[in-house]
């Protein structure tokens, strides 16, 4: 029995000397400069696989970005490291050829620290987001490694890049390495460095299994003639104490995946001191948090493209007005050229009535821009606009979406609130889509500057659509107060750095997020109902903030909704990680309700 343990040990420690330490990730600077998160994200780490940043984390490419570095080197000079490379995708228009500076036939992973690239290339032809796997297989002799790495590039129309060709680096050995006997194909020769280090590490494995053997046998002659009271091997429990540990905090359930995934939650963060709630893993923080555009810069579409003749609407009902504006539900005759022929589409439409200026009218059409071209489940899609015509002069300008039979989300819930239940898993569903359109803007650079449960739209089968805020200072007037420069603000809704400046990023649009969560959760609710809007500024800087709404759980508020009020806009949740939590607490809770 002694000898077998000797035996595994020797074998034990043999394999820790000489398997591949790998490493494999993407360096802080490049994960800045992709999606902002900050640090680097390892996939292989001295060999050992980060499997859930292999296999469930999904990073998107902006439309801007064409180019992904990976850093690589394989730290283990004896056993050789091979590699293939494979990019998978579904056949798009919008998507070029892939290149990169690796052999895509495979090749020898280097032995020093290098850089290697990815070149993903729109064509410009479409406006498109394509699902990438990029397939690495790394083989060491002791053990190989799958990685399918995933991606969502985002290709915009009249945007193609322009296509650097990289020079592939060398599969193997070189004809001339081969014909001067340098390297054989199956017997590759070690350089005098390395074999010094092997001796070395022969030498240490040697007297590592020495002292281990002398360490068991002193052991042994101890214990001769006691009784083993706790059994022939000590053992530490797995609740033992660690270096370096905080004070016991009792975590939650969704706090303790957030663990099991190696990610900090709001919660603990707020805790410890740490500026960013999800750090390792989750998309975080980019420069365009700091200043971001409201516009897409390669915007493909027009307000002029997009054109209809305003007597193809015809007005059914008026669903909602204002002082100089109206929603309406109507229908449109479009052409379909895959019917070829004009087909009628339920539409909701925008328009302003007689008594409106012009600097009115101009603000309605400015506010539609902002979702102008994209297309998403949960974004309240334009169809097209009518700006008024010398040949139509009784026909007023208006604006045609799609959701022709949705409902705004703050009139649901205040509904909800009287004449039915909706459950707590519909709340958050709702919560949900929220992001995944919020996401969508942010993908393609825009800040809504304005999201609120009024900007909402909802089906009757729940389906939301956050839309633009035109009309909406019309609409819901007190929900708007003038603010120091005398513009009309949502100042509730609001984070607290814009209300001294107006420079809008995404992580205001996670404050303002943070807002129409607790009004979901509320059910419909206005916040900071009995505060002046004046003495809202001065409230939030003394650390004030809306209280948890009666029917929330506590999780749902304290890691959730209230991380999104940090004062210090990059220590909030990003629009990504809200996803990733919230859709483990809504699992968490759908196998109870």
Not at 196 to 221: D, Q
Not at 300 to 327: K, N, P, R, Y
Not at 515 to 530: C, N, R, Y
């Amino acid at each position: 029995m002694r000898r077998l343990f000797f035996f595994v040990l020797l074998h034990t420690l043999f394999l820790a000397a000489y398997s591949a330490k790998l490493d494999l990730y993407i360096s802080a600077a490049e994960q800045n400069r992709i999606s902002g998160a900050p640090g680097e994200l390892w996939y292989i780490k001295d060999g050992v696989l980060n499997d859930y940043a292999v296999r469930t984390y999904t990073i998107t490419v902006a439309s801007s970005i064409s180019v992904l570095r990976f850093m690589w080197q394989k730290k283990d000079p004896i056993v050789e490291g091979r590699y293939f490379l494979e990019v998978k995708h579904d056949p798009n228009d919008a998507f070029g050829e892939w290149s990169s500076s690796l052999n895509k036939g495979g090749g020898l992973i280097p032995e020093k620290l290098e850089e290697f690239n990815l070149t993903l290339p729109c064509t410009g032809k479409a406006n498109a987001e394509i699902d990438l796997t990029i397939l690495l297989t790394i083989m060491t002799g002791g053990r190989d490694y799958k990685l399918p790495l995933k991606r969502k590039k985002i290709c915009s129309q009249r945007s193609s890049d322009v296509v650097v060709e990289v020079t592939p680096l060398p599969a193997g050995p070189s004809k001339e390495d081969q014909l001067l006997g340098q390297i054989d194909a199956r017997n590759v020769a070690v350089p005098w460095n390395t074999q010094l280090w092997a001796i070395f590490g022969s030498v240490f494995v040697a007297l590592v299994i020495v002292a281990f053997a002398a360490y068991f046998i002193l052991r042994k002659n101890r214990r001769k003639g006691s009784h083993a009271e706790h059994g022939a091997m000590g053992m530490v429990p797995l609740n033992g104490t660690l270096t370096g540990h905080r004070s016991p905090v009792a975590l939650t359930e969704t706090e303790l995946i957030y663990q099991r995934q190696g990610i900090e939650s709001p919660r603990q963060s707020l805790l410890s001191g740490s500026r960013t709630a999800y750090e390792y893993g989750m998309p975080q923080h980019g420069p365009g948090d700091v200043a971001a555009s409201s516009v897409v810069p390669d915007q493909a579409v027009t307000m002029e493209d997009m054109q209809i003749d305003g007597s193809s609407v015809e007005i059914l009902e008026t669903i909602a007005e204002g002082t100089f504006s109206a929603v309406q539900r109507g229908i449109w005759v479009a052409y379909d050229p895959d019917r070829g022929c004009n087909v009628p589409e339920d539409v909701r439409i925008k328009t302003v009535k007689s008594v409106a200026s012009d600097a009115q009218i101009h603000i309605m059409l400015s506010d539609a821009c902002l979702l102008l071209g994209l297309r998403h489940d949960n974004v309240n899609c334009l169809l097209g606009t009518f700006f008024g015509s010398a040949d139509e002069p009784d026909l007023l300008p208006m604006l045609v979406y799609n959701g022709a039979h949705h409902s705004n989300l703050r009139t649901l819930l205040d509904s909800s609130n009287r004449k039915h239940f909706l459950p707590l898993t519909d709340l958050i569903l709702l919560g949900l889509q929220s992001l995944s359109g919020l996401e969508c803007l942010h993908q393609h650079g825009i800040v809504h500057k304005d999201i609120a449960a009024r900007n909402c739209l909802v089906s009757h089968d729940l389906n939301l659509q956050i839309t633009d805020s035109s009309l909406s200072r019309d609409l819901f007037p007190d929900d708007y107060h003038c603010s120091a420069d005398n513009s009309n603000r949502p100042i509730k809704w609001m984070a607290l750095e814009l209300l001294s400046d107006n420079e809008f990023t995404r992580m205001s649009d996670v404050w303002s997020w943070g807002v129409l969560m607790w009004e979901i959760m509320s059910f419909g609710s206005v916040p900071f109902v009995e505060i002046d809007p004046g003495d809202v500024k001065q409230l939030l800087k003394e650390g004030f903030r809306l209280e948890s709404p009666p029917d929330c759980p506590e999780e749902l508020y304290m890691n959730h909704i209230s991380p999104c009020w940090q004062l210090e806009p990059l220590a909030r949740p990003t629009v990504e990680a809200l996803i990733y939590g919230i859709s483990h607490f809504h699992a968490s809770i759908a196998h109870t309700v």
